[in-house]
C-alpha cells in the first residue's frame, strides 16, 4: 500500500520478483478464520537472522581521526559485526474487501552489539558517560543497534469506496505513500518522492542495491486517491508527523562519522574549551504543513502512464552547526543538526513498458532545497536559527531519475536473470541563503567540492538456476552503485568515483526459506593529511567505510 499501482509496469516487475528478488524469499500467510465470510484476516511473520564477519583491517588514516573511529575501532579484523535475529509481524483487516485496518511490528536482538568493544581508545571516544569518554554506544544505538527492542511500522486504517462509477481510496494513520518511478537510492534521493518519507539510510548502506520501497519509512498522514476517469488518477496527502531519516550511528560498524545520528553524543574539536563539543538540542521542523497533490494520466495512445506531482515538504537529512553560546555560561560548547522546512517541488514522471524492458523516469525542480555545506558555527551572542530553518546552504536544483528493469532469458550461462539499473543526475541552479558555508562556494577547494553538475549509476544483477536440487533454486546477486562525475549539491547525491558494492550467492528452497551469503565494501577516495596521516576530508561517507569489507550469511523464511 504504497501508493499509485504501476500497472505499467507489473509484468517485467512480476518477472524480476519471481526470478530473484534480491533480498527475497518464499512468502507464506496465516488466514484467521473469522466465521464471518465477509471478513477476512491475514497475520504474516517473516524472520530474517544475519551474520556478519569483517575481514579488513582498520585504515590508519581514518582511525586516526578522533571524529571518524569510534565504529572502525570498535569491530576489529576478524569480529562479528552481526549477530541478529529480526521478528517482522504484519496484521491485515479487511472487510468486504473494502475496508480495513493494518498494522505491522517489528522486533530484533543483535548479540554483536551486547558485550564488549574492540575500542582500546578511550580519549578519542566520543560516546560519554557521565561526561567523561568511554567505550560502548548511546544509550539510543544501543537500543536499535543492540536490543532486545521493536517499534512499530504501519498501523492505519482505510476504505475504498465507489461514488458514481468513481473510485475513491482514504488512508489515516502511520504508512507510506511514495510517488514517481524512483528505484534504488539513488532514486530515493533524486526522484520525485524525496522527503515524501524518513529514509532508513543504514539499511542502504548495509545492503547495496537494496531497492527504495524498503528504504521508506512510515509517518502519520491521511491520503486519498480519487479516480474519475479510468484512465485519470488523482491523489493527495497531509502529514501529521515529521521524523528524520535514519543514519548509520555512532560506534555502529557502519557508522562513518561519531557525530551521527540520534545517539551522537560529541565531536571531538582540540581548539574548543574540553577538547569537544556535546550533543545540544536539534532543530527541527514542526509536524504538520507538509503537504502533496499527484495527477497520473495514462492515455491509451501513451501506452505508460505520465504523472504530475506538487509538493511542500521538510529535509528528514541534516545539516550541522556548532554552537559557541553556553560557553558564556561555563558550559561546554554544543554541535547540533538541524532540518529545513518549507522545501517546495514540482515534478514529472513516466512509466512504460519498451518491449522487455520496463522503463521509469522522474524529473524534478526543487525550491528551497538545502545544499551541502561546511559546518556552521555560532559564536557567542549569535542566535541560532529557528524552527525549521537551516544552519547551511538552501538553494535551487534540477533532478532526473532515468531507470530500467528486466529479465533475461535463459542461455548457456543462466536460466533467467533479472537486471536494473539506475541513473540519477542533479545540479544546483543557484544559492539563496548561506552561500558562505556552501561547499559549491568558489572560495572552497577541497576534494569533496560540489560540482555544478553530478550523476550516479546503480546496477544490479541476478542470475538464477532453477532446480538444482529438487525445490531449490541457486541464486548469485550483484550489486553496484558509483558516482560518475561531480559532487552533487544534495546530501547522499553522489560523489565522483564513491559508492558500494555486493557479491554474492543464495540458495531458493522450497519458495519457504532464502540463505544469502555475500561480500560487500565500499570504496571513495579521501583527503589525507601527511604530517599526521589523519583523514580530513572524505569525498563521501562511503569514503570512510572502505576498510570495512565483511562477510555477511543472512537466513530468512516467511510464515
Given amino acids: 500500500m504504497n501508493g499509485y499501482p504501476r500497472a505499467r509496469r507489473t509484468a517485467t516487475a512480476v518477472a524480476v520478483a519471481a526470478s530473484c528478488a534480491v533480498y527475497g524469499g518464499g512468502a ?4 484467521i478464520a473469522t466465521g464471518n465470510e465477509d471478513m477476512s484476516v491475514r497475520f504474516d511473520n517473516t524472520i530474517r537472522y544475519n551474520f556478519g564477519h569483517r575481514t579488513e583491517s582498520p585504515k590508519a588514516s581514518i582511525i586516526a581521526n578522533p571524529n571518524y573511529d569510534d565504529g572502525d575501532r570498535n569491530f576489529k579484523k576478524g569480529s562479528t559485526v552481526n549477530n541478529r535475529i529480526d521478528l517482522l509481524s504484519e496484521l491485515d483487516v479487511i472487510y468486504q474487501k473494502n475496508f480495513g485496518a493494518r498494522v505491522s511490528a517489528t522486533a530484533w ?7 564488549a568493544f574492540n575500542n582500546g581508545s578511550l580519549a578519542t571516544s566520543n560516546h560519554l558517560v557521565d561526561g567523561a569518554p568511554a567505550s560502548g554506544l548511546s544509550r539510543y544505538a544501543d537500543r536499535y543497534y543492540n536490543g532486545l527492542s521493536g517499534e512499530v511500522l504501519d498501523a492505519f486504517v482505510f476504505g475504498n469506496m465507489n461514488i458514481d462509477g468513481q473510485n475513491l481510496t482514504v488512508r489515516a494513520g502511520r504508512h507510506v505513500v511514495n510517488w514517481g518511478e524512483g528505484l534504488l537510492l539513488g532514486g530515493a534521493v533524486h ?9 532508513d539510510a543504514a539499511k542502504a548502506f548495509n545492503i547495496p542495491g537494496v531497492e527504495a ?8 498522514q491521511v491520503s486519498t ?25 555512532a560506534g555502529s560498524y557502519l557508522g562513518f562519522s561519531d557525530a551521527y545520528d540520534r545517539g551522537g553524543e560529541s565531536l571531538i574539536n582540540p581548539g574548543l574549551p574540553g577538547g569537544r563539543a556535546v550533543r545540544g538540542r536539534d532543530i527541527t521542523p514542526k509536524d504538520s504543513g507538509e503537504f502533496g497533490l499527484a495527477v497520473r494520466w495514462s492515455p491509451q495512445w501513451l501506452d505508460g502512464t505520465a504523472g504530475l506531482y506538487a509538493r511542500r515538504f521538510s529535509d528528514k537529512l541534516p545539516q550541522l552547526g556548532l554552537n559557541l553560546n553556553p560557553l558564556l555560561a561555563g558550559k561546554p560548547a554544543e554541535y547540533f543538526l538541524s532540518y529545513g522546512s518549507d522545501i517546495q517541488l514540482l515534478g514529472l514522471s513516466l512509466a512504460k513498458q519498451v518491449g522487455p524492458v520496463s522503463i521509469g523516469v522522474d524529473l524534478n525542480y526543487r525550491k528551497n532545497m538545502p545544499l551541502v555545506s561546511d559546518a556552521v558555527r555560532f559564536d557567542p551572542g549569535q542566535a541560532l536559527p529557528g524552527q525549521g530553518e537551516t544552519v547551511g546552504a538552501r538553494g535551487n536544483t534540477l533532478h532526473l531519475v532515468v531507470n530500467a528493469l ?9 536460466d533467467s536473470a533479472s537486471w536494473s539499473t539506475e541513473l540519477t543526475w542533479s545540479r544546483w541552479q543557484s544559492v539563496t541563503q548561506g ?21 550516479a549509476l546503480g546496477i544490479n544483477l541476478t542470475p538464477t538456476w532453477f532446480q538444482v536440487w529438487p525445490g531449490m533454486d541457486l541464486l548469485m546477486p550483484m550489486s553496484m552503485s558509483a558516482g560518475l562525475w561531480g559532487n552533487s549539491a544534495v546530501s547522499f547525491g553522489g560523489n565522483r568515483h564513491a559508492g558500494n558494492y555486493a557479491l554474492g550467492v543464495a540458495l531458493d ?10 561480500y560487500i565494501d565500499y570504496f571513495g577516495a579521501t583527503r589525507v593529511d601527511p604530517v599526521a596521516g589523519r583523514a580530513i576530508t572524505p569525498i563521501s561517507p562511503y569514503s570512510l567505510l572502505k576498510d570495512r569489507g565483511a562477510i555477511y550469511l543472512t537466513f530468512k523464511t516467511t510464515f
Wanted: charged content about 25%; glycine content about 6%.
Fill in 28 to 31: 507464506a500467510a496465516i488466514e
Fill in 109 to 115: 536482538y543483535d548479540q554483536s552489539y551486547s558485550g
Fill in 191 to 199: 526522484g520525485n518522492t524525496y522527503g515524501q518519507a524518513p529514509l
Fill in 213 to 220: 520501497k524498503e528504504l521508506y519509512r512510515p509517518l502519520a
Fill in 225 to 249: 486517491q480519487w479516480q474519475p476517469l479510468p484512465e485519470l488518477s488523482i491523489a493527495g496527502q497531509y502529514f501529521f508527523k515529521w521524523e528524520a531519516s535514519r543514519l548509520p550511528e
Fill in 406 to 414: 528486466g529479465v533475461m532469458d535463459s542461455n548457456s550461462l543462466w
Fill in 435 to 455: 552561500e558562505a558555508s556552501f561547499k559549491g562556494r568558489a572560495s572552497y577547494t577541497d576534494i569533496d567540492k560540489v560540482s555544478k553538475d553530478a550523476a
Fill in 509 to 518: 528452497m522450497y519458495q519457504k526459506y532464502r540463505v544469502d551469503l555475500r
